[in-house]
């Protein structure tokens, strides 16, 4: 088993040890989707202008979607722990090592997301004081660990600029057109749409430079101010992205 092999076999042990406590803990499982529902929707209104952007939609619409969504990955959990042994022989070495990469940024969300939620169902102020946003910073200031968050982060930018890689990468796109039936008979489906989606978002950027300074700069602006700014004025700012319905995201979203 080669490197990336072993880091995406040690991120999904992670991944199913907090998915088996959740469905034996229906309130943790409820107080866990509520709390990536909430993320998904400060994401929204963090990067509504990517989501409108033209040459950044649909790489903004990749990130909501597999990186900060609550949608269930079950399927995809399942398919990357059923070949964790073997994928270096089904995929080049590149695609393996974005296959890792992903890996740890769902282990290391799930695990902060997991965590989150556990103080979301301990804030005994949420029964009387408050908006969800104001619940949100309690929780997140409770927790701590900013350096947990800083490379959550990281990785996530790493991952991006590995996608980023692979479209530079003479012939891939082909082979992994050429994957798609091997991948079918072999059910893994939903690594294939992963790589495949991730593949066309960066390409069509042409370049992803601009696109993660943005996401680096906005994510640690977040970091910041739910660490350090006073709490009235962080709450504010939240309350103000979550109240942000936008019809456009949603349409981009379903289609």
Known sequence: MNNSSCKIHAALEVVVRLTEQRAGDPALARASTEVKRLQARRFHGTYADLLRNPRYMTAAVFFLEELYSDKDFAQRDQQFARIANTISRLFPQAVVDTAAALAEVHAMTETLDDLMAREWLADQSALTAGSEGARYIRCWRRLGDAAARHQQLEVVLQLGRQLDGLTRTRGLRTLLK???????????????HFLET??????EMRGADDFLKVVSERESGWIHALFEDEAAVCET???????????HVENLLRN
């Not at 939240?238 to 936008?246: F, I, S």
């Open 178 to 192: 050429m994957m798609r039936r091997p991948a079918a008979v072999a059910g893994l489906n939903s690594l294939q």
């Open 198 to 203: 991730g593949f066309d978002a960066f390409a």
């Open 237 to 247: 700012r939240l309350r103000q992205l979550l109240a942000a319905d936008d019809p």
